[in-house]
């Protein structure tokens, strides 16, 4: 199995603040990343597909990079509505696996 | 706009079967160029993969949940359902079908439900 590791699990920050969400795989998986964003009490959503690319009506601040094994997601000015929880995703291997997720709190 | 919804039980016994169904609408499963995936989310914790089908009935299933999942089809009314046998406590959990699409070689979940909770309790 893929394993994959977020880092941070937990995050304070601030509204305009640039942050940055690191996720490493066990094994490199090339550019099959993904990443997703879930508020609570809501399905994840899509915000960004093979590491870098932005899913339609995703907003311009959110921007992903990375190859290999490290992948980072970056919002670079936080807005209210993006204090929600990331998880990164890997589809390299047919058995899908999730990041644990980082929570994003409001400092 | 496609759009997925889970139904079924929401509570459990210890033992029995869990069956979930997903329907989809705003498209049709038997178009073919997607797998339609079952995910779960134990409280409070991160995202585990199920399993997936293909409309022609191909599956693909988590080597951890193997030997207690079935996923099936029904194109006929655009359903997707899970089974998952002898549950415990540690199956409760919110259940989301999705959408597995390929954009630009990626596979990616891309259309959700809004997912249902599925308690084990006697």
């Known amino acids: 199995d893929i394993q994959m590791t977020q880092s941070p699990s937990s995050l304070s920050a601030s509204v305009g603040d640039r942050v940055t969400i690191t996720c490493r795989a066990s094994?490199?998986?090339?550019?099959?990343l993904n990443w997703y964003q879930q508020k609570p009490g809501k399905a994840p959503k899509l915000l960004i597909y093979?590491?870098?690319s932005l899913q339609s009506g995703v907003p311009s601040r959110f921007s992903g990079s990375g190859s290999g094994t490290d992948f980072t997601l970056t919002i670079s000015s936080l807005q209210p509505e993006d204090f929600a929880t990331y998880y990164c995703?890997?589809?390299?291997?047919?058995?899908?696996?999730f990041g644990q997720g980082t929570k994003l709190e409001i400092k | 706009q496609v759009q997925l919804q889970e139904s079924g039980p929401g509570l459990v016994k210890p033992s029995q079967t869990l069956s979930l169904t997903c329907t989809v609408s705003g498209g049709s499963i038997s178009s073919g160029g997607y797998y339609w995936s079952w995910i779960r989310q134990h409280p409070g914790k991160g995202l585990e993969w199920i399993g997936y089908?293909?409309?022609?009935?191909?599956?693909y299933y988590n080597p951890s949940l193997k030997s207690r999942v079935t996923i099936s089809v029904d194109t006929s009314k655009n359903q997707f359902s899970l089974k998952l046998s002898s549950v415990t406590a540690a199956d409760t959990a919110v259940y989301y079908c999705a959408r597995d699409a390929n954009v630009d070689t990626a596979m990616v979940f891309d259309y959700w439900g809004q997912g249902t909770l599925v308690t084990v309790s006697s």
């Open positions: 093979a590491a870098s």
């Open positions: 995703q890997q589809s390299y291997s047919t058995l899908y696996g």
């Open positions: 094994q490199s998986i090339s550019s099959y």
């Open positions: 089908i293909y409309y022609s009935g191909s599956t």
